[in-house]
């Protein structure tokens, strides 16, 4: 018998899920940071201007390493959050992709991603999870009732489209903390928490789908395509920047081209997590290599949730060999709901990218953020979510 996964050590909670436990709105910090704080504000602005890169080049190279020891979690997340978009604006924001990011920006800002374990680029942590704020502290975390904090033009469409990131994730937070009882369940081979483990993940199944469902009432394809998505690309994979991108001044880089994968929802911990769950393989080949490299884009502690449940859970095992209606039907509810969040997934990607008129050569309409051909991996993946679905009791395996 394994001992229960606590989820606070995996920072997880049953009301925001894998979003920050912070109020990201109120986070204070030193002066010295002045400068980026108001870079962050005015970045629209610049990106108007043509030449951000003019105004970005006379930040000042804050000491980061000085700073650190003195920032809690929440100002680090902060910062990581405007440092990010700051960077990826330098990177894409004019007609040519910048093949260097000077040091002002870069020695910092790689200082910060090493010390809170991430990426030096926009990770999906910075551009949703952390991105945020609630008008109503009291109220709940949904499309009404919340704000994003930094962006890029600073439009309906771009924000909208992070705002229904967020939902989605606070939506999953009660899944996420029904999986710890859920798995001792089924160690213990108890049937009844297991079905009332299984309703609990799938109510919030039924929540977050009709969430992404309202993705396009505030996020035109277009204004997605032309307005939102150039800036959010990484540099592996992508043709406009081939070799990477060099980390001017960065010592552990030593002037070399690095290539890292762009922000993504696949970078998202929930479907991951549920695929652990409930058992679902996907099939060794490049799209699943590229699915491994993904994991380690995500938050340390997320990654460290995702493996400790794929390491324990036996529930599908458990269901198919129980023989139990209820059970098999409350499995294949939430498979099917996992299904149905990587169709619309796939049918956004088709109508957001695949159908819109390329426009620059760092901005394809065949190869995603994160640098893959994402059609054929979304549909890869979305089969062989289907595939796993179990035989009713008395049903004959075709």
């Not at 997340?77 to 002002?104: C, D, T």
């Not at 920006?105 to 926009?122: M, R, S, T």
């Not at 340390?300 to 390491?311: C, G, S």
Request: charged share 25%.
């Amino acid at each position: 018998m394994h001992k229960p996964l606590i989820l606070s050590d995996y920072d997880i909670t049953p009301e925001r899920g894998f979003l920050t436990p912070h109020d990201m709105g109120a986070v204070k910090l030193p002066s010295a940071f002045d400068p980026i704080l108001e870079a962050g504000k005015r970045l629209s602005d610049y990106l108007c201007s043509g030449r951000v890169r003019y105004f970005l080049n006379k930040l000042p190279q804050v000491d980061m390493a000085a700073h650190l020891p003195n920032l809690d979690d929440a100002q680090r997340r902060i910062l990581m959050v405007h440092y990010s978009f700051i960077m990826q604006a330098y990177v894409w924001g004019e007609a040519e992709a910048a093949k260097v990011l000077p040091r002002n920006i870069a020695v910092p800002f790689c200082a910060l991603a090493d010390a809170i374990g991430q990426f030096p680029l926009l990770p999906y942590t910075a551009y949703t999870l952390d991105n945020w704020a609630k008008f109503d502290q009291g109220g709940d975390i949904t499309l009404d009732n919340i704000w994003v904090i930094q962006n890029f033009l600073d439009g309906q469409d771009e924000n909208w489209f992070i705002m229904v990131h967020i939902e989605i994730e606070a939506k999953a937070g009660k899944a996420l903390a029904a999986i710890p009882a859920l798995l001792t369940a089924v160690d213990a081979k108890d049937s009844k928490a297991v079905a009332a483990g299984l309703k609990t993940v799938l109510a919030a199944w039924e929540k977050i789908n009709p969430v992404f469902d309202r993705m396009i009432d505030k996020c035109d394809p277009h204004m997605y395509y032309h307005r939102v998505r150039p800036y959010i690309h990484g540099w592996k994979g992508n043709p406009a920047l081939p070799d990477g991108l060099i980390y001017e001044g960065v010592d552990k880089y030593n002037g070399k081209p690095q290539a890292f994968r762009g922000q993504t929802g696949s970078q998202s911990s929930i479907v991951p997590t549920m695929d652990a769950l409930m058992g679902i393989d996907h099939s060794n080949d490049p799209l699943r290599e590229y699915l491994d490299e993904l994991h380690a884009y995500r938050p340390p502690r997320h990654r460290l949730f995702i493996e400790a449940v794929q390491q324990r859970s036996t529930l599908r095992a458990f269901v198919s060999a129980s023989g139990d209606a209820e059970l098999i039907d409350l499995y294949n509810g939430i498979v099917n709901h996992i299904q149905k969040f990587r169709t619309r997934h796939l049918e956004y990607s088709a109508n957001y990218i695949n159908k819109q008129a390329k426009d620059s050569e760092g901005n394809p309409i065949d190869i995603g953020t994160g640098g893959t051909p994402f059609m054929k991996y979304l549909k890869k993946h979305r089969d062989e979510s289907v595939d796993h679905l179990l035989p009713q009791v008395g049903a004959k395996r075709a």
